[in-house]
């Protein structure tokens, strides 16, 4: 069973339903977008409150047990065990598509490439598309990072965090949950950093538009000397 298998049970807990998430995605959507695809969809909290909205949404998740999660807490998206680069076996043309949640990390830069193109075939004439990694500008060139404890109120969950290996390449990432002095789950899965100026380079060549670049879903401003979410948007060209 995978890091993100053992995660599922406990995935909104953690990482609940951020309001000020949804409404950035909401307001970067032009207003022609009725089909929204969701590109690492977890359990599949923001296309359920988009199709709650009047949206068609498609949530693809590589793993099998947040799928099934997701389906049977929204049945009124659909979900599909799908990973970025399976993409081409979905039909039909979408006015919207995000991936947030740092899922782009898992791709290696090169083959982005790849994978935008076969993106785009997909999205409608200047659909929005929306990426949102960590600041693997700040991240790169540390030798380690820790992140903050996640505490889940009302519990003694907690969620650690931590990249013990950092290079150019490959970044391992390191997760535990516990609850109290007993530990749910641990274990370690391998990343691939990219400069945010790297990403952006990358899809003005595959035939998207760079549109704006934020800090945080709040709309702060990027900040590479700032660890933070790096929030990228683009439209389809």
Known sequence: MSLYSEFAGYYESVFPFEEETYAFLRSAFPSTA?????IGCGTGDYCGRLASQGYETLGIDLDQWMVER????????????LGMEQINALAG?????????????HLPLHRWSDFLWTLREHLTTEATWIVQTVNWDFVLGRESYEFPDVAVPGTELVFRRSYP????????????LSDGDRTVFEGATDLYPARAADYIGVH?????EFIEHKGSFSGAEFDPGEMSASVM?????
């Open 34 to 38: 009725a089909r929204v695809l969701d």
């Open 70 to 81: 997701a389906r049977k807490r929204y049945p009124a998206s659909k979900f599909e065990i």
């Open 93 to 105: 043309a979408f006015g919207a598509a995000y991936c947030i949640g740092n899922v782009g990390s």
């Open 165 to 176: 290996e950092i290079s150019a390449d490959k970044v391992v990432f390191q997760t535990r």
């Open 204 to 208: 003005r060549e595959s035939g998207f």
């Open 233 to 237: 948007v683009f439209r389809r060209i």
